[in-house]
């Protein structure tokens, strides 16, 4: 599985972006998709993630209620949906994909638990 993230750019505090998760590759719907970020001089955080079939959502304390994950899986694609952007939310945002679709043990939150990685995209919230 080939991931290409896209849809960074600048915005005002209060804003909203709308990234993209593009895939390429077969059983797309096998995989759960996540979302993290790292910010200069910090280490990688988790922002989100949805499962396989697109039922099951999980987001940080720090995102939630302001970013939404959804999947188009006939077009093989994730958005995350961001509103409400602060400047802490200002970062460099990538997509990734874990194997098992469903989440019977609970969200995979930890980057090791994704195996194919995508390039990121910048995200700048100015105040």
């Known amino acids: 599985v080939q991931l290409q993230a896209s849809g960074g750019g600048v915005v005002q505090a209060g804003g909203s972006l709308r990234l993209s998760c593009a895939a390429s590759?077969?059983?797309?719907?096998?995989?759960?998709i996540g979302w993290f970020r790292q910010a200069p001089g910090r280490e990688r955080e988790f922002v989100g993630a949805?499962?396989?079939?697109?039922?099951?959502?999980y987001y940080a304390d720090s995102v939630k209620g302001r970013f939404t994950i959804s999947r188009d899986s006939a077009k093989n694609t994730v958005v995350l949906q961001m509103n409400s952007l602060r400047p802490e939310d200002t970062a460099v945002y990538c997509c990734?994909?874990?194997?098992?679709?469903?989440?019977?043990?609970?969200?995979?939150?930890?980057?090791?638990?994704?195996?194919?990685w995508g390039q990121g995209t910048l995200v700048t919230v100015s105040s």
């Open positions: 949805i499962s396989g079939n697109g039922v099951n959502t």
């Open positions: 590759g077969r059983r797309f719907s096998e995989y759960s």
């Open positions: 990734a994909a874990a194997g098992g679709g469903l989440w019977y043990g609970g969200a995979p939150l930890r980057a090791e638990e994704y195996v194919y």
